[in-house]
């Protein structure tokens, strides 16, 4: 029989994968898999067990959230022999499973993992780290991490939306200097920045651009300017909240590489956990590093 790992993770969402426990495991031995199966732990469990499991596996599924999907990949990409990963989301958002197309029915997702096609994906290199879909720094990055898990499954976006509200007449500013694909280079001060290679974030669609490729080599970066005044505040928050880039506002671009450099430490997320502060980072994309179970249709190139 062919070998699957089955990690997931028994605290994220609202506990959507539980009652369901069975009937995916029974999914999955019917197509043909002998499979382990790991609850996770601890933070970074994931990790560890599947960088270090020594078993020959033909598969490794998860359950979870983002934060669980990116413990998952960062272990695959510290693992000598990679394998395809299927995902069934169970968490608060799952934006990466949003941008895919992976359905968020469990038995769907379920049956996706194993009878469906594996996708190549870009990966992120964060320093030395990996991401998935997103490394952001400023305001609101900190509220996924920084919320409450009981709080998350029981009131589900309302959740960061009402954390975020505590602070947006607090915000950080900073200084930076990037350097993108060779020698470009901005000098400004943001409130915000992200590198992603999703169409969703914070479960919002559209504030990214359009046209987003999941394996070609290349990140969508947006950086958000420092507002001057009450005014420029309203006409960046009505771009968000319309889905659109402001030009005045805001820089857009892809690039495979990206250096950031700063005069202080600054906090970064990474697929929505805490990914360290640093006054230098260097984000690479990993072309086509990971490869994820998808439906037989590859998700669409729009």
């Keep these: 029989m062919k070998k699957m790992l089955f990690v997931y993770n028994p605290n994220s969402g609202r506990g959507l ?15 043909g898999y002998e499979v382990t199966v790991y609850p996770t732990q601890k933070y970074h469990d994931a990790v560890e067990k599947i960088q270090n499991d020594k ?25 000598k022999k990679q394998v395809p990963v299927g995902y069934i989301p169970a968490g608060t958002t799952n934006d990466f499973a949003t941008s895919l197309n992976i359905s968020k029915d ?13 996708f190549p994906c870009d990966v992120g290199m964060f320093n030395t780290d990996y991401f998935i879909y997103i490394a952001a720094f400023g305001v609101f990055t900190d509220v996924s991490y920084e919320t409450k898990q009981s709080m ?5 976006h309302l959740a960061y939306v009402l954390e975020g509200a505590k602070r947006i007449f607090n915000i950080p500013s900073y200084r930076l200097k ?11 001060e943001f409130i915000f920045g992200m590198v992603t290679n999703s169409r969703s974030v914070g479960g919002f669609k559209g504030i990214i651009g359009r046209d987003v490729v999941f394996d070609d080599g290349e990140f969508e970066v947006t950086l958000v300017k420092t507002p001057k005044n009450a005014m420029e505040l309203n006409e960046l928050l ?21 250096k950031f450099e700063s005069a202080e430490e600054i906090p970064w997320t990474l697929d929505g956990e805490f990914g360290g502060a640093y006054d230098e980072v260097v984000i690479r994309n990993k072309k086509q590093s990971l490869r994820i179970m998808v439906k037989k249709e590859t998700p669409e190139k729009k």
């Design 106 to 118: 469990i038995l769907e997702a379920a049956d996706a993992a194993v009878n469906g096609v594996p």
């Design 17 to 31: 994968l539980k009652p369901k426990l069975s009937d995916v495991l029974d999914i999955f031995v019917k197509s």
């Design 178 to 188: 990037i350097t993108y694909n060779g020698n470009h280079v901005i000098e400004d």
């Design 238 to 258: 009505g771009a968000i909240v319309m889905g659109q880039i402001n030009s005045d506002r805001m820089y857009s671009f892809r690039s495979g590489a990206i």
């Design 152 to 156: 998350k499954n029981i009131l589900g």
């Design 55 to 79: 078993e020959d596996y033909d598969l490794v599924v998860c359950s979870g959230g983002d934060g669980t999907l990116d413990e998952v990949v960062t272990g695959m990409q510290l693992r």
